[in-house]
């Protein structure tokens, strides 16, 4: 574990200011927030995360921003576009093939308000790396749906996708720094400017593939 931890650090040095949070007898490393995380969101992130490696052994996390075209006062619209967004990818997503298929996919939203008159939607999708080189495509996908069928916007971020191996390939250094970038998502800041009844996060249902049927690793590479 002590080897482990070290790891952790050392990909965590450009960001001085991380503090521990323990969930499932692992600790991991998240962005200090002055206002602290949402536990629950913070566990949520890291179950979809392993729901999702449970299936591909390299996970494309990709996350942007959606601003709804007007005051939402509730997560309806959120909840209709995920809805509809899943099978969208799956039918118009192209790169390098006229018909992909990419699986399985699945998401998280948060909900956050500050000094704006209206909320936007912090989202993160996760899908197979093995089927997707970048997520330009993916998002290009998303603003479209997003902008025409929707009318709202959509801000892309500029590091706006991590990929992420299985704990055995890597020892767990790139599920720390995903992990890590996607605590933003989880501080209590900005999202308390709505009633309580409202809720903070949304995320797919996908379940945990079986162990038995997951793609194993051998010296780090998938068989």
């Known amino acids: 574990m002590a080897a482990q931890q070290d790891t952790y650090d050392s990909i965590l040095e450009h960001i001085p200011k991380s503090i521990p949070f323990v969930y499932k007898n692992k600790v991991w490393r998240l962005l200090n927030s002055a206002g602290g995380h949402d536990k629950k969101i913070m566990r949520t992130i890291i179950d979809k995360l392993d729901i999702m490696h449970s299936y591909y052994a390299e996970v494309l996390t990709s996350q942007f921003i959606l601003f709804p075209p007007k005051v939402p006062y509730n997560n ?3 909840s209709e576009f995920f809805t509809t967004l899943i099978p969208y990818l799956k039918r118009h997503y192209i790169d390098n093939a006229p018909a992909i298929q990419l699986g399985r996919i699945s998401y998280l939203w948060v909900r956050e308000q500050s000094t704006s008159d209206k909320p936007h939607y912090h989202c993160v999708l996760w899908l197979n790396e093995d089927k997707i080189n970048s997520s330009y495509r993916i998002l290009t996908l998303t603003k479209q749906l997003w902008c025409e069928q929707f009318g709202g916007t959509l801000s892309m971020p ?4 991590y990929i992420s191996k299985r704990l055995q390939a890597d020892s767990g250094v790139s599920l720390q720094e995903v992990i890590c970038r996607l ?3 989880a501080k209590n800041a900005t999202k308390g400017c709505h009633s309580s009844k409202i809720k ?3 995320a797919s249902k996908l379940k945990n593939k079986s162990k ?3 793609a194993p690793y051998k010296n ?3 068989v």
């Open 220 to 222: 780090n590479k998938k």
């Open 76 to 78: 309806q619209i959120i």
């Open 212 to 214: 038995s049927e997951q």
């Open 200 to 202: 903070r996060y949304g």
């Open 183 to 185: 605590s933003y998502l």
């Open 158 to 161: 500029d590091n706006n996708y």
